[in-house]
Nanobody, 120 residues
């Protein structure tokens, strides 16, 4: 019904920047909250940032001041601008969104993830 596709991951040196995108498609009436998660090998998946319908944002302490989440509702797309990247930011980054597919059903969807690797 709804698909989320991440893009923008890659290999970058410490101190560099990347911008991730998450594009939603399919049967969409409205997207409410959108989130970025990340998971490093052998570690729990953690919430990186969340953006509300009113574009208010919250961040994990580890990324505050370095990452910025945003959204373009007209394009059903969310972004994560990542600056001053550190090796500990290395992980698979996942898009998550709460989506109204009609006027009754609200469901949460996940993307397949995009790899971010930060080298020293």
């Amino acid at each position: 019904q709804v698909q989320l596709v991440e893009s923008g991951g890659g290999l970058v040196q410490a101190g560099g920047s990347l911008r991730l995108s998450c594009a939603a498609s399919g049967s969409i009436v409205r997207i409410n909250y959108m989130r970025w998660y990340r998971q490093a090998p052998g570690k729990q998946r953690e919430l990186v940032a969340v953006i509300t319908t009113g574009s208010s944002a919250n961040y994990a302490d580890s990324v505050k001041g370095r990452f910025a989440i945003s959204r373009d509702n007209a394009k059903n797309t969310m972004y994560l601008q990542m600056n001053s990247l550190k090796p500990e930011d290395t992980a698979v980054y996942y898009c998550n969104a709460d989506v109204w597919g009609d006027y009754v059903n609200l469901r949460t969807y996940w993307g397949q993830g995009t790899q971010v690797t930060v080298s020293s």
